[in-house]
């Protein structure tokens, strides 16, 4: 079992920055391919970024150039950092770990979200 916890939300403007982390317990964090996603109102839950236990990335087209995902091992920690920020960045942003065994079985955790507004 992982447990989630994802902070730094909250409303910003056009154009701002915001830096969310996921502290992460329960388990051996390095081993999880960890990933931001996020659901925005009316609207099914997306991808945003992943990271894998060797530290590759990936991003969402949309989001390229002004996310950037991360993780510190040491403090079973992931990070988002979100620069540019748009009004339609806005959305309940979640945490996620995954991990497949040795048989394939895939195992899947997700963190409660938070809220990021981005308006004027």
């Known amino acids: 079992q992982v447990q989630l916890v994802e902070s730094g939300g909250g409303l910003v403007q056009p154009g701002g920055s915001l830096r969310l982390s996921c502290a992460a317990s329960g388990s051996i964090f390095s081993i999880y391919t960890m990933g931001w996603y996020r659901q925005a109102p009316g609207k099914q839950r997306e991808l945003v970024a992943t990271i894998s236990s060797t530290s590759n990335t990936n991003y969402a087209d949309s989001v390229k150039g002004r996310f950037t995902i991360s993780r510190d091992n040491a403090k079973n920690t992931v990070y988002l950092q979100m620069n540019s920020l748009k009004p339609d960045d806005t959305a309940v942003y979640y945490c996620?770990?995954?991990?497949?065994?040795?048989?394939?079985?895939?195992?899947?955790?997700w963190g409660q979200g938070t809220q990021v507004t981005v308006s004027s």
């Open positions: 996620n770990a995954a991990r497949v065994d040795s048989v394939g079985r895939v195992y899947r955790y």
